[in-house]
């Protein structure tokens, strides 16, 4: 299935943190997504073929790659305190595929 | 026009009801309608999913019944379970381009013994 590194991070705000996912097996497209508490999960960005396949309201200090054995990184700068929240990745197989496999997230605190 | 409205916040039923969660649409372009399970700690699970192109789709005792013209979906859950309380999420999207699943607020529901 989808994993992802690591389960919990505390940082400070203004500082950077790098969360990592690997790809379920066989497939090639890698979506993060933001779920603060008590909501829903919003969409970041898409990756597909190492290529950004599509973005969400999301300023550009939330990047990504998509690395040539499907794993992914999500890169924030500048960390503000609402960046607190679970951060999922969700892969599946082509750009346009309908079911994507969510991973168990990584929960990001900022202080 | 990107939003999806889902009702109730929460909900608690006995078990053996038939908790019924409710999703509203706006953009009439969204042609993938699926509903995801979370337990806490833990990522999203995809339930079951539906098309615009059928009214009700069943997956043992998941059922969506889908009304375009109201452009609204719904979620039952028969003879529902202890093991069944979780957070539900409906979610849309389209098809073609980057699949970006737009969630509902989602639904806890609990199920009683």
């Avoid at chain 1, 992802?4 to 690997?22: E, Y």
């Avoid at chain 2, 009700?56 to 529902?80: C, P, V, W, Y």
Wanted: charged share 15%; proline share 6%.
């Amino acid at each position: 299935g989808v994993t992802q590194s690591p389960t919990h991070l505390i940082k400070t705000r203004g500082q950077q943190v790098t969360l990592r996912c690997s790809s379920q097996s066989g497939h090639n497209t890698v979506s993060w997504y933001q779920q603060a508490l008590g909501q829903g999960p919003q969409f970041i960005f898409q990756y597909y073929r190492e290529e950004e396949n599509g973005r969400g309201n999301f300023p550009p200090r939330f990047s990504g790659l998509q690395f040539p054995n499907d794993s992914s990184e999500l890169n924030v700068n500048a960390l503000e305190l609402d960046d607190s929240a679970l951060y999922l990745c969700a892969s599946s197989f082509g750009g346009a595929s309908e079911t994507q496999y969510f991973g168990p997230g990584t929960r990001l605190l900022v202080l | 026009q990107q939003q999806v409205k889902q009702s109730p916040q929460s909900l608690i039923v006995q078990k053996g009801g038939i908790p019924i969660i409710n999703c509203a649409y706006e953009n009439t372009a969204f042609d993938y309608f699926p509903w995801y399970q979370q337990f806490p700690g833990k990522g999203p699970a995809l339930l079951i999913a539906i098309r615009p192109d059928v009214s009700e789709k069943k997956e043992g005792r998941f059922t969506i019944s889908f009304n375009k013209s109201a452009k609204q979906f719904s979620l039952h859950i028969m003879d529902s379970q202890p093991g069944d309380s979780a957070t539900y999420f409906c979610a849309a999207s389209r098809i073609q381009g980057a699949q970006k699943l737009v969630f509902g607020q989602g639904t806890r529901l609990t199920i009683n013994p």
